[in-house]
């Protein structure tokens, strides 16, 4: 089975000692592509590189919500170039993230409003970061209109969710599906149409229960798949 691994963080430095052993297990028990998707303007560059070695390898790029500190006056108008140029699979990770303590509600969402505004102008989807903002998120989608995307790490409602389908997103299941107690995670996995769900790992965050406080990796998403068909 193909398995496609729709976001996970190979670029970042939690893997700069084992990426291609890393890369050559999840390769083995089926793993056989990954989503990239960039968090900053910095480590773009890198990401492009990694991608550019390997086709199974596929980029977004995008300005993560929780990272405003580390994001410039002229990140913007360089995605823009950058997607334009370099055509990523998708604009992203991008979206609102209101658990954060302070945040910059204003600043976060004229960060998220600008780059769904270049994801609609070059026809690219995008891969959605979301806490606590889901109303927000669903209020921008339905201005901007983007050609659809992933919700990553879908924990909404079922009415949210079928919202994010309505505007032709899917939703993101990862390691948080293994843990028992992630009762309603669980029920909502269930109830909605395979259709409506993809597969990620997030790693090296969010790790599966078998390797709780452990580093995630792309290895662990067949676990994932089996505790979604349980």
Request: negative net charge; glycine residues 8%; aromatic residues 6%.
């Amino acid at each position: 089975m193909r398995l496609i691994d729709t976001h996970c963080h190979l670029d970042l430095p939690a893997f700069d000692e084992d990426r291609g052993q890393v890369l050559r297990h999840a390769r083995a028990l089926g793993v056989s592509d990954l989503v990239i998707p960039g968090v900053s303007a910095a480590r773009w560059d890198g990401l492009l590189a990694l991608c550019a070695g390997d086709p199974g390898l596929h980029p977004a790029l995008g300005l993560h919500p929780v990272f405003l500190d580390q994001h410039g006056p002229d990140d913007l108008s360089l995605l823009a170039e950058r997607a334009q140029g370099q055509r990523p699979l998708a604009i992203g990770e991008i979206g609102l993230d209101f658990a954060v303590p302070d945040c910059d509600r204003a600043a976060q969402q004229t960060l998220f409003d600008a780059q769904l505004a270049i994801a609609r102008d070059l026809d690219l989807p995008v891969i959605l970061h979301v806490r606590k903002a889901h109303e927000q998120v669903l209020a921008s989608l339905k201005k901007y209109r983007p050609p659809g995307g992933i919700c990553h790490a879908f924990s909404g409602s079922g009415q949210q969710a079928d919202r994010y389908l309505a505007l032709g997103f899917k939703l993101g299941f990862g390691g948080m599906l293994t843990y028992e107690r992630s009762t309603r995670l669980r029920r909502l996995a269930r109830e909605l149409p395979l259709t409506a769900l993809v597969l990620e790992t997030d790693a090296p965050d969010m790790t599966v229960a078998s390797h709780r406080y452990q580093r995630n990796s792309p290895e662990y998403l067949p676990e994932i798949l089996v505790a979604l068909a349980g």
